[in-house]
């Protein structure tokens, strides 16, 4: 299949690309920079330049493909809100290209989305809609491109890591180091589920090639690491105390990044697992957090 690939030289994107030509198929990845361009003809991908600002870009990369799988996010944390709902303007220009048809999107959310509540891991089968994440908009918007008859199939991601970003852990690493401690809400007892990014990448080619319309993966090797462990860890690296903030002291502490410290992301992956044959082999999040050289974010 020729697959358009958004944020194909991104974290995520740039590990999908490889899996997607070793299974065979034609990668017509997007890219907004002449150096990510150099990137993807050097891996054996064909470009396409465009934005996720410029929708007409996204639409006329998904045009002539046989298959979508959206990465791309702008991860500015700070304009979190307003990045989600971009999201979901770029997942329904891409439903609007491939309705109709029997080409599959998949599009990417986060596993927080399939909490069921009762403080219980996340599960596939679950979208709760009064979840409290803003990430919600990819999953509102790939639900309506579903219902209107596009081959729609959900990845979930937890945080997603190797030795040099760990999702949400880079930005908490830098406001550790801005504040000169690791801190942790409480007891730092909620947990996040986390996976190898090369694990996640072969999930993504997993789901094109085995998935079904209308299912959800979640791309889960940890169920969960506890919030107080990944700042201990952060604060061995750093060289800086771990402390434990009270929760009505979270807002001034953490500021923007205070709605994600006291979240429980524990998600389970064990359909994920069962449907796609998927085992993930990577190292977990605290021991590439031990690997990482916490010089290097200085």
Known sequence: MRVFLTGATGFIGSH??????????????????????????????????????????????????DAVIHTAFDHDFSRFVEN????????????????????????????????????????????????????????????????????????RLPQVHDAVKQGLVSPYIVQCREKGVAGYVGEGANRWSACHVGDVA???????????????????AEEGVSAREIAETVAAGLGLPARSIAAEEAEAHFGWFALFASFDLSASSQL?????????????????LKRMDYSAKA
């Open 16 to 65: 999908v690309v490889p899996e997607l030509l070793a299974a065979g198929h034609e990668v017509l990845g997007m890219t907004r920079s002449d150096r990510g361009a150099e990137a993807l003809r050097a891996a054996g991908a064909a470009v396409h330049h465009g934005e996720l600002e410029d929708l007409a870009s996204i639409r006329a990369g998904a045009a002539g493909a």
């Open 272 to 288: 994920t697992r069962q449907r796609l044959g998927w085992t993930p082999v990577g190292p977990g999040l605290i021991e590439d």
């Open 84 to 155: 989600c709902e971009k999201d979901r303007r770029v997942i329904g220009a891409l439903g609007e290209v491939l309705k109709g048809s029997d080409r599959p999107l998949i599009i990417t959310s986060g596993v927080g989305m399939g909490e069921p509540g009762g403080g219980k891991p996340a599960i596939e089968t679950v979208f709760n809609p009064a979840h409290a994440n803003p990430r919600i908009a990819s999953e509102e918007a790939g639900n309506a491109a579903l219902q209107a008859g596009v081959d729609v199939r959900v990845v």
């Open 202 to 220: 072969r999930l993504y080619g997993l789901a094109l090639d085995k998935g079904r319309s209308g299912e959800r993966y979640h791309a889960v």
